[in-house]
């Protein structure tokens, strides 16, 4: 699964396969929950990649239900669908971003939570720690803020002459008030000076960009946040209209017109989300499993956008890229 999975803002909406359709395959059919933000993808963009998980053995329809709850860009909906799957008894909620899992966490202590994605599980306050879980938590942590620094490394040097650069956040996210302090510090390591433009809605990007004029930023970082995924195509499109360069969160954002990422595999996590699903299925504990953490990183530049904003790129990162979009 990839960012296309976030797309739209659209009103909350569920998916499920219907029980009768389920029903008629033999055995035991198990129930998962899926919870997020963002809008319900089009059928092609499944938010759950079922691939790792048929390789396991469970199949959407026939052993396998998945309840799908999409809150759009209305984080405070969050708690509410949460509070559904413990009415429905959904046997795992699945989780992603770390405002889904704490929304998760706050509904249940005894449904196993399997985050597809959180930035600090220890710091956010959902596990005891990454090798000892304890309680109902476990999953996927995709290492924000080690990833920050290495993407505001390669931005330097794409930019070595940007020390303005702002950021938006987006302040319903519990995980940026946890990091906040950890990337002020990654910045000034490097001789930036961040200034930070919250946005909680998409209806408050264009004022985002007024405060980056405002302000005279010379780079724009835009996080892995739902909001941002959703309301990519939009805020690279303007972006590259206002001849802001972009350091984004994943290849998706690139793809739309972004200068460059540093971000983790979305093929590894899906196929260790998809473990840590078929371990709890067949009875293992969430807090018996250990959080995983990216183990294989990937350097996007999208070579269009470069030209488009008149600048050069180093011979060594083009060497270092695993992909350049032309």
Do not use: C
Request: glycine share 8%; net charge neutral.
């Amino acid at each position: 699964m990839n960012r296309r999975t976030f797309i739209g803002t659209a009103a909350a909406t569920l998916v499920a396969v219907p029980l009768a359709a389920v029903a008629q395959h033999s055995g035991k059919i198990r129930r998962i929950g899926l919870l997020m933000l963002g809008g319900p993808p089009t059928q092609a963009e499944l938010p759950l990649d079922l691939g790792p998980l048929r390789n396991l053995g469970w199949i959407e329809g026939q052993n396998l239900v998945i309840e799908r709850r999409y809150a759009g860009d209305r984080a405070e909906l969050l708690q509410r669908f949460a509070a559904e799957f413990v009415q429905l008894k959904v046997e795992i909620i699945v989780t992603a971003g770390t405002d889904a899992t704490v929304a998760a966490k706050e509904a249940t202590t005894q449904i196993p939570i399997v985050m597809y994605s959180a930035g600090d599980p220890v710091g956010a306050g959902l596990v005891a720690s990454l090798s000892r879980p304890g309680g109902n938590v476990t999953g996927f942590s995709i290492l924000s803020t080690v990833l920050r620094v290495k993407g505001l490394e390669v931005l330097h040097d794409l930019l070595p002459g940007a020390q303005r650069v702002g950021e938006f956040v987006n302040p319903t996210n519990p995980f940026f008030r946890v990091a906040r302090k950890e990337y002020e510090d990654a910045y000034r390591s490097l001789g930036m000076q961040p200034f930070f433009v919250e946005v909680a809605t998409a209806g408050e990007l264009e004022n985002g960009f007024s405060e980056l004029a405002r302000r005279q930023a010379q780079a724009l970082v835009v996080p892995g946040d739902n909001l941002f995924e959703a309301n990519s195509s939009w805020i690279m499109r303007t972006a590259l209209d206002r001849a802001l360069p972009t350091a984004v969160a994943d290849r998706d954002m690139v793809e739309d017109g972004g200068l460059v990422s540093y971000t983790y595999s979305a093929a590894e996590r899906e196929r260790r989300v998809a473990y840590f699903i078929d371990k709890v299925l067949r009875g293992a504990k969430p807090a018996d499993l250990p959080i995983e953490q990216p183990t294989k990183f990937e350097l996007v530049i999208n070579l269009k956008t470069a030209k488009a904003l008149g600048l050069a790129i180093p011979q060594s990162l083009l060497l270092r890229a695993d992909e350049v979009i032309q």
